[in-house]
């Protein structure tokens, strides 16, 4: 079976072809990806209409690039998979609305699928895949959550941020650095120039039990910090850099101490972690040590498909198209809230 998948959440356009007939990463015929980084950078965030105008623009460009490297024409699809949320709602109308409307010219199925699924199940896209069951680490701009995973849409959420997103957190401290949007790059980079040893951030929520997040806390200390360093003429380019890796270390720390307890509360000895805060190198460093401790395995996406693509979103797609599910005739989802675990598995196809 042959699904185009499409993304269009926020603020990457990504688009895919995955194929049934092969297994692991070799399902994956074409993908393409177009990021509006550069043009929200500008306004230090994403602006909504902006996006959804851009997605609309790239969009069937990108369908046409993806068909071109797979050598197929849009006739030898079998279905369409598309980002129903959560997300930002214009933004995911757009990839609703054009799934919709190819679908029907097709006559082939249509599904909108959950965008975190996609970021969880995309190490399935990798050669040396996971399997279930696993515990698994979502952790991006918009979400930091742990899972326990048994099988496709057969998920318990363990934990989740109170407050601020990891990835939120990153990009609020590359503000008060004077950074660039998005933040997680820019300020892992100035931590590589940081002393390690000159300042210690608090790891919030990790001297109660529990698997939740909180990260408000920890970027009031760092404004605070930074004020206070400020008012002594102290804050030189060494000090922000000092100040980005203790921010960076406090992150890392309290996700892996959390993944930790994750681990041992399930029993499990496998740990996904995906999402765009999951290329951080540091954090990738940190659970390596806690894995190997535990005689635990860590699996991750590749580089390119830890933040949003339209990978991941075929893959999910493609697996539950390929068990009878799809949308019905002229019912596109746009949901911009909507927590994974009301996912069910994979079923038969639904009528509403």
């Known amino acids: 079976m042959r699904v185009l998948g499409i993304e269009t959440s926020c603020d990457e356009t990504g688009v895919a072809i995955y194929d049934t007939a ?16 550069d043009m929200h950078a500008d306004y230090g965030g994403v602006v909504p209409e902006l996006a959804s105008r851009d997605h609309t623009r790239k969009l069937l460009p990108l369908v046409e690039e993806v068909l071109a490297e797979a050598g197929l024409t849009r006739q030898a699809l079998d279905g369409i998979a598309y980002t129903a949320g959560p997300g930002l709602v214009g933004a995911l109308m757009v990839g609703a609305a054009t799934a919709h409307g190819m679908a029907r010219a097709l006559d082939i199925p249509v599904l909108g699928v959950h965008h975190m699924e996609g970021h969880l199940l995309a190490p399935m896209l990798e050669d040396d895949a996971p399997e279930f069951p696993f515990v698994a680490l979502l952790v991006s701009g ?15 959420l363990l934990g989740e941020s109170v407050d601020d997103a990891a990835g939120e957190a990153f990009d609020k401290a590359a503000k008060m650095l004077d950074l660039p949007y998005p933040g997680g790059p820019h300020v892992a980079r100035l931590a590589e120039q940081g002393d390690p040893k000159r300042m210690r951030f608090p790891r919030p929520m990790t001297d109660r039990p529990g698997l939740d997040f909180s990260f408000s806390g920890l970027k009031t200390h760092t404004l605070t910090t930074l004020r206070e360093l400020q008012s002594k003429g102290a804050l030189d380019g060494q000090t922000r850099a000092d100040v980005a890796r203790a921010f960076e270390e406090a992150v890392a720390d309290t996700l892996v101490i959390k993944c930790r307890r994750a681990l041992d509360q399930t029993g499990l000895k496998r740990i996904v972690m995906a999402g765009g805060v999951s290329a951080n190198i540091r954090l990738r460093e940190r659970l390596a040590v806690e894995c190997e401790k ?33 949308d019905a005739p002229g019912q596109m989802q746009a949901t911009p809230r909507w927590p994974l675990d009301q996912l069910r598995e994979p079923s038969a196809c639904k009528t509403a």
């Open 22 to 37: 092969y297994s692991g990463g070799k399902g994956l015929l074409a993908d393409a990806l177009y990021s509006q980084m």
């Open 142 to 156: 918009g979400h930091t959550q742990l899972v326990s995973v048994e099988g496709i849409g057969r998920y318990q």
């Open 294 to 326: 535990r005689n635990a395995k860590a699996y991750y996406p590749r580089g390119r498909f830890c933040t949003d693509n339209g990978a991941m979103i075929a893959y999910v797609g493609a697996q539950r198209l390929a068990a009878g599910e799809c």
